[in-house]
């Protein structure tokens, strides 16, 4: 919903399935190709021309004003790239510059960096700098992994529908996941 409301030339959903009900109108969806999550997220760079913005969708709390610095009129004039690191180590977002504005392919910026690891967002912007780009940074933002997270995250937004979703859990189902370790 955030996504739809904010100026983009295209919204752009790599999916591994079908869309639902769920899905706002104005998405192009393109199928998630097979392999690592790098290689992955590099051919969604490899689909789409001009300046790309990739989000995660674990990070349900993203709004217009954490996105405000990518989605300025000349945010790539200042920065071939940027990046959205998250508090458990990885990134929420990474936005690259066209690819004639670049001295790498926009999939070399991302295949063979190590996902998931408490050093993914460390070894992206790593490799953004060895290619000599220019990277904004945009705010810390808390990715949902975990049962704990999920409260963190819809206290931090309290009126977006993934607080309500959490909110409409059977009483006490997060917390026992946060004491048994288990993943909601």
Do not use: K, N, Y
């Amino acid at each position: 919903a955030t996504l739809a409301a904010l100026p983009a030339r295209r919204r752009v959903l790599a999916l591994d399935g079908r869309p639902g009900p769920w899905l706002p109108p104005g998405f192009d969806v393109i199928p998630q190709v097979p392999g690592t999550l790098d290689v992955r997220l590099a051919a969604v760079f490899g689909a789409c021309e001009g300046p790309v913005l990739l989000l995660g969708m674990d990070t349900p709390q993203i709004d217009a004003a954490a996105l405000a610095p990518v989605l300025a009129p000349h945010a790539f004039a200042h920065h071939e790239a940027w990046l959205g690191p998250a508090s458990d180590g990885g990134f929420w977002a990474l936005g690259l510059a066209a690819p004639s504005a670049l001295p790498v392919p926009r999939a070399a910026l991302l295949r063979g960096v190590p996902m998931s690891r408490p050093d993914t967002g460390a070894l992206q912007r790593a490799r953004l700098h060895a290619a000599g780009l220019r990277t904004g940074t945009l705010p810390t933002l808390t990715d949902v992994d975990t049962a704990p997270d999920a409260l963190s995250v819809a206290a931090l937004a309290p009126h977006s529908r993934f607080a309500a979703a959490v909110g409409a859990l059977p009483q006490g189902l997060l917390t026992s996941c946060t004491t048994t370790g288990s993943h909601p």
